[in-house]
């Protein structure tokens, strides 16, 4: 079956960067849009970043200008590149893919961003 697994989270200074990665199995990875969401307790979830099938990418508000994105099909990963961290981005980072237009969609679990000095 799907899975779908994030991987790299943890302490980071405030400033400091991290790499989130996801990585999928099971589906055509080719063909699904990839993107990320975090969401903080008591919050919506908002999109930080996405990638599509032909590496087109869009990013959400607070990602613009200091997180990047990039897919590798070959090995069926997604890398979501997070710079200059702050404490507002201290929250859960959920990897998931989509099949243009409607779906299947398929999610991860989640994985945790700390910042913190």
């Known amino acids: 079956q799907v899975q779908v697994v994030e991987s790299g989270g943890g302490l980071v200074q405030p400033g400091g960067s991290l790499s989130v990665s996801c990585t999928l199995s099971g589906l055509n990875f080719n063909i699904y849009n990839i993107y990320w969401d975090r969401q903080a307790p008591g919050q919506q979830r908002e999109l930080v970043a996405g990638?599509?099938?032909?590496?087109?990418?869009k990013f959400g508000e607070a990602a613009k200008g200091r997180f990047t994105i990039l897919r590798n099909n070959a090995e069926k990963w997604v890398t979501l590149q997070m710079n200059r961290l702050n404490t507002e981005d201290a929250v859960t980072y959920y990897c998931?893919?989509?099949?243009?237009?409607?779906?299947?969609?398929?999610w991860g679990a989640g994985t945790q961003v700390t910042v913190s000095s």
């Open positions: 990638i599509m099938t032909d590496a087109t990418t």
């Open positions: 998931w893919a989509k099949l243009f237009p409607v779906g299947p969609n398929y």
